[in-house]
């Protein structure tokens, strides 16, 4: 008598498990929505609030020297983020910076956590230099950090987008979250 119930329940554990698992041949689905795009070396995508409400977007890279550089975009405006786990700042700490973007500088104070500096970009003459630049030169006291800017006008243009095509999506049906795409 115990024996047809072990197999029975095995039987019924080992479906439960191969309905769980999809096949291995399966292609993901074509009309569910991506949630990064590569442009050159940037990824850009959405960054939501608990899962579901639009917070902003976000286009990174980590530099050969391992600094990851990330533009954000959100109701405030374009920002950039530079972290390195490597880094041991004082959080809290405002550092002087000159950011250069080929002949266009702007000066600025970045603020500081332990491993990264974020500072709002506020000048629309710098911003505009970073689209067409080749790099983006973060000079600070102690070195100069560089930060190659290969494919940022597509990528920053893509942003951009991002940003508009999600800030103002419109609830339609308030049971289902709104797809959301970088």
């Known amino acids: 008598m115990r024996v047809p119930f072990l197999l029975a329940a095995l039987a019924l554990s080992t479906t439960t498990v191969l309905a769980q698992t999809p096949p291995a041949n399966v292609a993901p689905d074509a009309d569910a929505p991506a949630t990064a795009v590569e442009i050159g070396p940037w990824r850009i995508q959405v960054s939501l609030i608990d899962g579901v409400t639009f917070d902003r977007c976000m286009m990174s890279r980590t530099t050969e020297a391992g600094i990851e550089a990330r533009f954000t975009r959100s109701e405030t405006g374009l920002g950039l983020d530079l972290s390195s786990p490597r880094w041991q700042l004082e ?3 405002r550092y002087e ?4 973007a080929d002949q266009r500088q702007w000066e600025a104070e970045v603020t500081a ?5 974020s500072v709002a970009l506020t000048d629309d003459d710098f911003i505009e230099g970073l689209r067409l630049a080749n ?3 973060v000079r600070g ?3 100069t950090i560089v930060v190659p800017l290969d494919s940022s006008s597509a990528a920053l243009a ?5 940003y508009e095509r999600n800030s103002a999506t419109e609830v339609t049906n308030p049971f289902v979250a709104p797809t959301r795409a970088p």
């Open 91 to 93: 959080d809290g700490a």
């Open 97 to 100: 910076v000159t950011f250069a």
């Open 113 to 117: 956590t332990a491993t990264s500096v």
């Open 158 to 162: 893509r942003l951009e987008s991002c």
């Open 141 to 143: 006291a102690g070195a």
């Open 135 to 137: 790099r983006l030169e």
